[in-house]
């Protein structure tokens, strides 16, 4: 398979380290609110990329961080500490408000269809790990002091953001107005505290007492638990330009090797960003979009799901009520395509449940399981599905595979059922197995609907009733009854449905 490798900006074969296991590492949340969808753009890249990789027969040690210490307010790496801010808004202890927004962030993961790394990583678990780490870099000769802090020495790495490409140097640095920097792309790794005491989250240092820059948490776990080199990085857009440049840097630092076998990672991704009409979406802006709006406003997330797996990764995604409704369209299409050709696995119901319960269960042992008696139609589409997905992860065209096999009238049930569950490995769309969504899933309820379906379904059925006795007044009146409680007829509508609740 092939994978976009953003430090050199080239397509790669992909060769792991180590073939018997995969090592990833992803840049986890910084938990002081709740995740917008730009920001949820990043994992279903990443479970996509992950799932990919364990459908092909690579095993993964996957491992995802929560930051809960050191991310500032300001891409000029300076202000207060995001969570310093949200525990004051909120009155609440940091850790209280790490912990809350980490099970919400959790929560959204599942409803995705995210699967869980295999470690998360929390910061303030390792700032023992972090201050021993940013002493090496001391003692490679690669950070100063200041009254600030330490700050690492930009100058003494070679290629220092290469990742970014060929950017005006102050863009690939947080560039901090701090006097006696010597080079403004300098960043900070440890911050002395100005008034000890002042902050919840500070710890002792030999640098005095302070806090970690937000670069150096990820270095530090990311060779922690997969070793000085791993095999693949992913990250949104935004941390290729400063985040992960400085990564790279302290990385370098670290193992005292160069950009080609001291970066951290082999192959570096990232997914582009999910643009909303006013611009790229993010917290800043106030009123972001979030998996809970989505649910209030009764558009399934698994709808946001396949809006994601309809663009590459590596492509701006535009969000908007049409685009997202089209996916949703879509993904209904695809439910009574299924529905109606009684596509159902059987056997193969249990086998996506024990992959479902364990999280970390071998997709290519299910895959196998389900593709052993398929014949040769069936596997041509299968072999075309496995060519997209195998490119970079193209998953545009591999639902167009899929909506081609569907469509087959050459395949019988069965086969189009195993091809159906084996693909639905990679897309996690919920498409097959005993806990797959159904049409009435993708039906728009809002959460603050007043009726429930039992009622609506009742007062349709009085109205087919007087429909079918030719009393077309009745039939207007319990259609305009409905109306009057958000309740829109369909009437004629081809995809079935009958009714939605208007939002």
């Known amino acids: 398979m092939t994978l976009f490798n953003s430090l050199t900006r080239a397509t790669e074969t992909f060769t792991p380290i180590d073939p018997a296991m995969v090592r990833l590492y992803s840049c986890g949340p910084t938990v002081y609110n709740f995740a917008h969808l730009g920001n949820l753009r990043a994992y279903v890249f990443t479970d996509t990329l992950r799932r990919v990789l364990n459908w092909k027969g690579y095993a993964t040690n996957h491992v995802i961080n929560i930051t809960d210490v050191g991310h500032l307010t300001s891409d000029a790496d300076e202000g207060d500490d995001k969570m310093e801010l949200a525990a004051k808004a ?38 023992q790990d972090m201050i021993g780490f940013a002493q090496a870099i001391v003692d490679a000769g690669s950070a100063y002091e200041l009254p600030s802090g330490l700050y690492f020495d930009t100058s003494t790495v070679t290629e220092y953001g290469r990742l970014a ?12 107005s701090v006097e006696g920097k010597r080079n403004p792309a300098d960043f900070a790794i440890w911050r002395r505290s100005a008034e000890p005491g002042h902050r919840q989250m500070e710890w002792a240092s030999p640098w005095g007492t302070g806090a970690p820059g937000w670069h150096l948490e990820c270095s530090v776990m990311s060779q922690k638990y997969l070793g000085a080199q791993f095999d693949i ?60 709006s989505l649910v209030d406003r009764g558009v399934h997330p698994l709808a946001y799901r396949l809006l994601c797996l309809s663009s590459h990764y590596r492509s701006e995604l535009e969000f908007s009520a049409d685009t997202l409704l089209a996916a949703r369209t879509r993904l209904k299409r695809l439910l009574l395509a299924i529905a109606k050709q009684q596509l159902d696995p059987g056997p193969a119901n249990a086998l996506l449940d024990d992959v479902r319960f364990s999280r970390g269960a071998a997709l290519d042992f299910t895959r196998a399981a ?3 008696r398929l014949g040769d139609g069936a596997r041509a589409h299968l072999a075309t599905f496995d060519a997209a997905i195998a490119d970079d992860l193209m998953t545009p065209v591999a639902l167009t595979v899929l909506d081609q096999m569907l469509a087959d009238k050459r395949l019988d049930k069965t086969e189009k059922a195993a091809m159906l569950a084996s693909m639905d490995l990679v897309l996690g769309l919920g498409l097959a197995g005993s806990t797959a969504i159904t049409v009435g899933d993708l039906r728009l309820r809002p959460a603050d609907a007043a009726l429930t379906d039992e009622a609506v379904e009742a007062h349709l059925a009085d109205r087919r009733a007087a429909r079918a006795d030719k009393d077309f007044a009745r039939s207007d009146a319990i259609r305009d009854t409905l109306a009057a409680q958000g309740v829109e007829i369909m009437d004629g509508d081809p995809l079935g449905w009958e009714w939605r609740l208007v939002p």
Request: proline fraction near 3%.
């Open 90 to 127: 909120a009155a609440r202890t940091i850790w209280e408000v790490a912990a809350f927004y980490t099970e919400a962030f959790k929560g959204d993961l599942d409803r995705l269809n995210v699967r869980p790394p295999t470690l998360w990583s929390v910061a303030t678990d390792h700032i």
């Open 165 to 176: 490409g060929t950017r005006p140097d102050e863009t690939v640095g947080r560039i901090d």
């Open 233 to 292: 990085h992913t990250g949104g857009i935004d941390h290729r330009e400063i985040h992960h440049c400085n990564e790279i840097a302290q990385n370098q630092a670290f193992t005292g090797g160069g950009i080609g076998n001291g970066t951290g990672a082999n192959v570096w991704m990232h997914n582009n960003f999910l643009i909303d009409r006013d611009g790229k979406m993010s917290k800043s802006k106030g009123g972001f979009a979030t998996v809970q």
């Open 370 to 372: 389900l593709e052993r």
